[in-house]
């Protein structure tokens, strides 16, 4: 009974019941003004006057009750009192006012109809069971006080499965209503999770995106487009005023859209972005699309992919390449060897030996970085683990080779993995002796281990007093297989900054006055949740 009684929920219950109490309201009302008038004989047909006008302000005053006291829709056993209440008044109006011939048992029909709005399935006919029973029972119950013809007989049975047709056809409507708004609700609902998917996918791509209208104003900007351009703040601004070389390319782009976009460079950080457009067709204020590409990410991409497939060619030609190598720089050594040789062939056996050692570190270094094992970071605090690192390293270099440490500040807490923290200092403090041998007879690299007064970040910095590093050849330090020594493979510092970004670290090149300096920003010591 409980799901048979069940009302419909929510808002649409609520304006249900208002207008069922609107309804009642108005009944009232009407039958009120009419007997008042002295226009009651409308209603009035051989029926009792005095009770006819005493259940019209009754019936008033009951539905004023009601509207003031009864707003609540969760209880459907209220809802089946306050329409068997309107039906039963409804049924004694209709035996004041004279039965059939009265207008009062089309009140009751709709007073029927509306009340299977707010009620479901059995309960709801059994409502309109009790208005056809009224109807017919009281119309039979006049005819003993009132002869009545026997098409007064046929009218009341109409009125009676009227009752019943409306009831039907009132809960088929509801439940069509429900399930295209249930339908509607759920559509919606997928809608709006669609457009907050879709809004988080793309203030989440590293692609700058812009939307623009015909005027070239901004309708969206994700984050990474605020970041390449340099801004705060675009949505509802002009473009022209914060990026007039873009607004050149767009429009290059509409006079001939099958050009390629040259790039632009953004003045505040330096970046160079690759445009690119695309004509949203369907928008009635004829969008535009932008996206923004960092070109120097999509270098450091197309430069990954040929590491990776470099590292895979190598690990598979491995063994083909190094068991030559190794026999032709053991015949090297053998014939050095030999006692028949003079200085000049001794020479030459020797250049085999030391390029196929270099060959074989070549190889040995690509297959590390193919075979790279997964960064493990740990929390790390920089000063106590440098200041080991350090003493470490003054024990196994060579008397001509000199480290120094100076820290200024106190909490240099990070998370890093420290083997792979060792490898990229054991890297670039080699490099750093290397190119200060070059100048001086005493080869010396300084450590500097600082707190970044903006960003708050542990730095660390290698310094070397060496001749420095060409303007030149400084865009091309971090490329693969870039190198300014003979006996040089120029993996090291590629590998060094794919270990630090591995980590959530930067490796940069800081040009000095006299010597070199390669700086480590390192990330906050807190673990990423």
Not at 143 to 169: E, I, K, V
Request: aromatic share 6%.
């Amino acid at each position: 009974m409980v799901a048979e009684t069940q009302s419909p929920g929510g808002k649409q219950a609520q304006r249900l019941l208002r207008l069922y109490h609107l309804y009642r309201l108005s009944v009232g009302i009407i039958l009120v003004l009419l007997i008042s008038s002295d226009m009651d004989n409308q209603l009035l047909t051989s029926g009792n006057d005095a009770l006819l006008r005493g259940g019209s302000w009754l019936y008033l005053i009951l539905n004023i009750l009601l509207v003031v006291f009864f707003e609540d829709t969760r209880r459907p056993a209220q809802l089946f009192s306050l329409a068997l209440a309107d039906v039963l008044l409804l049924c004694g109006l209709f035996y004041a006012a004279g039965g059939v011939a009265s207008a009062v048992g089309n009140l009751l029909i709709v007073s029927v109809a509306i009340g299977n709005t707010l009620l479901r399935r059995r309960i709801g006919l059994l409502i309109a069971a009790v208005g056809a029973l009224g109807i017919v029972g009281l119309s039979f119950l006049l005819s003993f006080s009132h002869p009545s013809s026997p098409n007064d007989y046929l009218q009341a049975g109409a009125l009676g499965t009227l009752c019943f047709a409306a009831a039907l056809l009132v809960q088929g409507l509801t439940r069509r209503l429900e399930v295209s708004e249930t339908l509607a609700e759920q559509k919606a609902s997928e809608v709006i999770g669609l457009e907050t998917l879709n809004a988080l996918i793309l203030q989440r791509m590293r692609t700058g995106i812009l939307v623009l209208d015909e005027c070239r104003r901004v309708q969206l900007a994700n984050h990474s487009a605020l970041a390449l351009l340099d801004c705060e703040h675009l949505e509802g601004l002009v473009i022209d005023e914060h990026c007039p070389a873009l607004i050149e390319r767009l429009d290059l782009w509409r006079k001939n859209p099958t050009l390629r976009p040259h790039s632009l460079k953004i003045t505040g950080s330096g970046l160079e972005l690759r445009p690119s457009f695309i004509a949203l067709g369907i928008s009635p204020n004829h969008q535009t699309l932008v996206f923004l590409e960092d070109l120097a990410q999509i270098a450091q991409q197309a430069q990954q992919l040929k590491l990776v497939a470099l590292g895979r060619l190598t690990a598979g030609i491995a063994h083909e390449i190094r068991n030559p190598l190794g026999a032709i720089s053991h015949a090297a050594q053998l014939l050095r060897e030999s006692e028949e040789l003079n200085g000049a062939d001794r020479r030459l056996t020797q250049i085999i030996q030391d390029h196929s050692e270099r060959m074989n570190r070549v190889i040995e270094n690509v297959l590390q970085l193919s075979r790279r094992q997964q960064t493990v970071p740990q929390r790390l605090d920089l000063k106590p683990w440098l200041e080991q690192f350090v003493g470490e390293t003054r024990e196994a270099a060579t008397a001509r080779q000199q480290i120094h440490l100076h820290t200024t500040g106190a909490d240099f807490k990070t998370l890093m993995d420290p083997d792979q923290l060792r490898q990229i200092l054991d890297n670039l403090i080699g490099n750093a002796w290397r190119h200060s041998g070059l100048r001086r007879e005493q080869a010396q690299v300084w450590l500097e281990l600082f707190i970044d007064p903006n960003s708050q970040l542990p730095i660390l910095e290698i310094i070397d007093d060496g001749p420095g590093v060409p303007p030149d050849h400084q865009a091309q330090l971090f490329e693969p297989f870039f190198t300014t020594s003979q006996h040089g493979t120029g993996l090291g510092l590629y590998l060094s900054r794919e270990l630090c970004e591995s980590n959530q670290a930067r490796l940069d090149f800081k040009p000095r006055q006299d010597g070199g300096c390669f700086r480590i920003t390192f990330a906050h010591g807190r673990k990423q949740g």
